[in-house]
């Protein structure tokens, strides 16, 4: 079973950007230039850093 964790919340703005919550940003190492990926599966929306994509 996996383990969920919380680890922020964001808005999205008028011109539809959201902010990457700073805990989320530390735990994955997440700096600026990185590349993320939206990745839909059975209904639910992940964000991936495109490197995690093998």
Same mark, same amino acid.
């Given at each position: 079973? +996996? #383990?969920? *964790?919380? @680890?922020?919340?964001?808005? /999205? %703005?008028? !011109?539809?950007?959201? %902010? /990457?919550? !700073?805990k989320l940003r530390e735990k994955h190492r997440?700096? *600026?230039?990185? %590349? /993320? /990926?939206?990745? *839909? ?5 992940? @964000? #991936? #850093? +495109? %490197?995690?994509?093998?």
């Amino acid at each position: 079973m +996996s #383990k969920k *964790e919380v @680890l922020g919340m964001t808005t /999205i %703005t008028y !011109k539809y950007q959201v %902010t /990457i919550p !700073k805990k989320l940003r530390e735990k994955h190492r997440l700096k *600026e230039g990185d %590349t /993320i /990926i939206f990745v *839909e599966e059975d209904g639910k929306v992940f @964000l #991936k #850093k +495109s %490197t995690d994509m093998s």
